[in-house]
């Protein structure tokens, strides 16, 4: 749901993201931009200001897109090691500045034009191809959007794209970047190899005492237990409290009977119309269409063909002219309405479909309906108990006595470390995701108070550091087992590099590879025409890569794909390019257009940055980034 939503609300304005994700570092550096203030505010660029909220929401999702895409969970740590943060930051920094050029330029964009690209989403769509609010409503729900602030992020990012799409438009392509374009695309390689296994390549054994030790003296950082910390937490959230929540069926009646807007899909006409200059062209056209005449007959007349005809299949405020639109909505199906004079033209139309209105019953949406409600209530009810909690602690009760008097569950959790595990590498499931709260849980110190730290349905986690049991280098005899299957795996790696090596020796000095393979009673393959991004089943990516730096019937060698053996290979043939078809050639042009297209926007950019000046807020910029935020109100949090 939440790729859904994302490719929603950007749309074809990704365009700007591309580059900046992975080109950001050159464009901005990173020590020169930190500096500024700015109380809840991660950064500024001119007078468009990035919140810790926005920051924070923005950061988030890429490390859920992130985790999914990589199939484990990544910590905020991991995240920030790998520089996710300062990208999502400069990424915003793009967005915020190319805003403020947007704003010194007074564009806008209107409601109707915005409604308009809404309805045309195809993610909003249900099976029949009709905008479902019950589709968007629930999307929306899902990831925490209200109608309103998905409607401001639409219309910012069609603001964003009309100066990124007028930068980035139509760049020249040289005959000399695309033949090298295509060169390196699509000259191929053909590999003959083999893949020894690790068995016939020789016995690594068993690690001598004296072995492990030496291992152990030189490789000390890897056998450290992390510190691990007892956190006492009670967790006050939105699905808590809306099993709690007493929804009537009066209100779900009276909520019904409010929105009912909400519940019904309008009338749909599939609508063909011809327009004309004046009304005696069009009453001239519409006699021949009285007398058999078709309507592409005589659409054609005037030079159109049916995309210029067909409005597709419309609500009644969908077709831009009232009067139209008026006319079209009472014309029975089929028939061929008499001359419209519209605000631009004289128009002659037909309605060759009708959908009808579609309204919901109560009945339809009733459960539905408590949800919302229910939500909308534990949304309400989660400030008043966050008040009463706080005024509990302020009198000097501990959390397990606040549980215990609100009836909420008091989780105590015996052993946890920065990456969410316990002692036995088990992933916590109560904190897996509420990363904010464990990275603030090992900023804390023993028995003072904290923070709640607000989750990102909306609810608040209070936690307290119980025990704290400091990092440690164990102990050799109890690293020991780890010692020796990190041993073996380096012996491992350097076995079959060096005999990996011996053996394209031994191919270079005039041995053959069909002599090898029977000396070792393994196959000899031979792969199809392979390009520099091609997959084959039994060679690594680098085994591909390391292929098109060699010549022509020479050797080399990679670790195999399971990694339990060596790859040995031959290139018997290099093949420079083919001559680029049509379409071939049209798709290569896109292809660098768009890249050409991202630097243009990265330039783009960079200037913008150096016209109106960029403040960086360190300290929100870290705080935010671990899950908390400053302001002066509730929880500490602006998220």
Known sequence: MLTALRKATGGWVAKILIGLLVLSFAVWGVADIFGGYGRGTVASVGDTEISAADYQNEFQRELRSLSNRLGRSLTVDDATRMGLNTQVLIRLIGDAAIESQAKSLGLGITSKAINARLMREATFKDQSGNFSREIFYRLLQANGLSEQGFLVRQHRAMILGQLTGTVSASPRVSRVMLNAANRFSNETRTLRYITVPLARMGEIGEPSAEKQRDYYNSHKSEFRAPEYRKIGMISLTPDALMKKANVSDADIEL????????????????????????AATAN????KLKNGASFMEIARARGLEKDDIDLGLVAKDRVPDDAVADAVFALPLNEISRPIKGGLAHVVAKVSKIEPEVVTTLEDQRENIRKILAAERAAENILDVYDKIEDERAGGATL??????????????AAIDRRGQDMDARPVAELARQRGVLAAAFRADVGLETDPEETADRGYIWYEVL????????????????????????????????????????LRAGEKLAGLAETFGIEVKQTKALKRNDAEGGLTRAAIQQAFVLKQEDYGSATASNGKGRVVFQVVQSAPPGVLKTDERQQLERAIISQIGDDLIVQYIRALREEFGVDINQSVFDNATSGRAFSGGRGNSAY
Do not use: H, M
């Not at 909520?255 to 004046?278: C, G, H, M, W």
């Not at 397990?400 to 959790?413: P, T």
């Open 400 to 413: 397990a006595e606040i549980a215990r008097k609100f009836r909420l569950d008091y989780l105590e959790i």
């Open 284 to 287: 001239a056209a519409y006699e």
């Open 255 to 278: 909520y019904f009977d409010n929105n009912k807007a909400r519940f019904r899909t309008p009338e749909r006409r599939a609508v063909l119309q011809i327009p004309f200059p004046d």
């Open 467 to 506: 025990q704290v049991t400091p990092q440690r280098l164990k102990p050799f005899d109890e690293a020991r087992n780890d010692v020796s299957v990190k041993w073996r795996e380096t012996e491992t790696r350097a076995l079959l590099s060096r005999k990996g090596q011996e053996l394209v020796d031994k």
